[in-house]
């Protein structure tokens, strides 16, 4: 009897002990799943994966529409062309917007994208008559960034803000010079006189020189035929205003760059009447960013290897 009794203890014992390491187990799955979820949470609002709009909250009343633009325009930058025209036209189709604006921060960039978006402006400020458009300067607006800005209803800006630089450049470098000093010898073979336009490595020609000034012409007549457009009688006879010199927000309303200073909360508040603003700005989830950075970079492996052999 004794002995049945101590075996029957010590299996009460081993159901015991195995019952609770299950329990243990258990728990301890509970919580790396608790702890794995909420991780995922963090990471899918950083990355914008539940939804880019604050527009898609049914209760939004009558508001100001705001997109943003940042950073260098350029196609697959953050200042992408085709991600801001999207902003602004789920902008304009909310039927509650009472008028859009698009802050700016940027030092300019490629003068195709900059003239792309600003003819999408005027094409849905044509589509839209009755919402107005106004751009609001926060650090800088300068070169393709303006050439974008004057395409709105109004330019507001702080008196500390930069704008203007109504200009256009080529830069680059020349190693002639240290090549010879190396003993380096450049063998550039080509078919077309021009093929090897602005080589950095070949000495640059008076003639190629100045067809790079004429082409430089071309696109600052654009430009200036596009802000004279933009701002019409706004703009004081200036010699300077077309040299590519940038000016403060306060010079800019003076010169009728701008139009005054202000900033996102002002402008909503007292010229679009609608303090309540919405952020339209799209914002691309991990994935599309991640196929984004990979298309631009097969597209200029793929531009270089073209290159290469049509050179």
Same mark, same amino acid.
């Given at each position: 009897?004794?002995?049945?009794?101590?075996?029957?203890?010590?299996? @009460?014992?081993? @159901?015991?002990?195995?019952?609770?390491?299950?329990?243990?187990?258990?728990?301890?799955?509970?919580?790396?799943?608790?702890?794995?979820?909420?991780?995922?949470?963090?990471?899918?609002?950083?990355?914008?994966?539940?939804?880019?709009?604050?527009?898609?909250?049914?209760?939004?009343?009558?508001?100001?529409?705001?997109?943003?633009?940042?950073?260098?325009?350029?196609?697959?930058?953050?200042?992408?062309?085709? %991600?801001?025209?999207?902003?602004?036209?789920?902008?304009?189709?909310?039927?509650?917007?009472?008028?859009?604006?698009?802050?700016?921060?940027?030092?300019?960039?490629?003068?195709?994208?900059?003239?792309?978006?600003?003819?999408?402006?005027?094409?849905?400020?044509?589509?839209?008559?009755?919402?107005?458009?106004?751009?609001?300067?926060?650090?800088?607006?300068?070169?393709?960034?303006?050439?974008?800005?004057?395409?709105?209803?109004?330019?507001?800006?702080?008196?500390?803000?930069?704008?203007?630089?109504? $200009?256009?450049?080529?830069?680059?470098?020349?190693? %002639?010079?240290?090549?010879?000093?190396?003993?380096?010898?450049?063998?550039?073979?080509?078919?077309?006189?021009?093929? $090897?336009?602005?080589?950095?490595?070949?000495?640059?020609?008076?003639? @190629?020189?100045?067809?790079?000034?004429?082409?430089?012409?071309?696109?600052?007549? @654009?430009?200036? $035929?596009?802000?004279?457009?933009?701002?019409?009688?706004?703009?004081?006879?200036?010699?300077?205003?077309?040299?590519?010199?940038?000016?403060?927000?306060?010079?800019?309303?003076?010169?009728?760059?701008?139009?005054?200073? $202000?900033?996102?909360?002002?402008?909503?508040?007292?010229?679009?009447?609608?303090?309540?603003?919405?952020?339209? %700005?799209?914002?691309?989830?991990?994935?599309?960013?991640?196929?984004?950075?990979?298309?631009?970079?097969?597209?200029? %492996?793929?531009?270089?290897?073209?290159?290469?052999?049509?050179?």
């Amino acid at each position: 009897m004794q002995d049945n009794w101590e075996r029957e203890a010590l299996n @009460q014992l081993l @159901q015991a002990g195995i019952k609770e390491q299950r329990r243990t187990r258990r728990w301890g799955i509970f919580f790396k799943l608790l702890g794995f979820g909420y991780l995922f949470v963090v990471l899918a609002l950083f990355m914008g994966w539940f939804g880019d709009r604050a527009a898609d909250d049914v209760n939004v009343g009558p508001h100001t529409a705001l997109v943003n633009l940042d950073g260098v325009i350029m196609a697959g930058g953050e200042a992408d062309v085709a %991600t801001v025209a999207q902003g602004l036209r789920d902008a304009f189709e909310d039927n509650k917007t009472r008028g859009v604006i698009l802050r700016v921060n940027s030092p300019g960039g490629s003068p195709v994208q900059s003239g792309q978006l600003h003819d999408e402006i005027v094409r849905l400020k044509k589509q839209h008559p009755k919402i107005p458009l106004y751009v609001v300067v926060e650090d800088i607006c300068a070169s393709g960034c303006y050439y974008t800005a004057v395409a709105a209803d109004k330019i507001y800006a702080d008196k500390a803000s930069i704008v203007g630089s109504i $200009g256009v450049l080529m830069d680059g470098f020349g190693f %002639t010079g240290t090549m010879e000093k190396l003993g380096v010898e450049r063998r550039l073979l080509t078919a077309g006189e021009n093929k $090897g336009f602005l080589d950095p490595f070949s000495p640059l020609s008076d003639t @190629q020189r100045a067809k790079a000034q004429e082409m430089l012409g071309e696109i600052h007549q @654009q430009f200036i $035929g596009v802000v004279k457009t933009g701002r019409g009688k706004r703009l004081v006879n200036d010699p300077d205003l077309f040299s590519g010199l940038v000016w403060s927000g306060e010079r800019s309303v003076k010169l009728g760059l701008i139009d005054g200073l $202000g900033s996102v909360d002002s402008v909503a508040r007292d010229v679009v009447k609608a303090e309540d603003i919405v952020d339209f %700005t799209p914002q691309p989830d991990y994935l599309d960013r991640l196929a984004k950075r990979v298309g631009v970079a097969a597209a200029s %492996t793929l531009g270089a290897r073209l290159d290469a052999q049509l050179r």
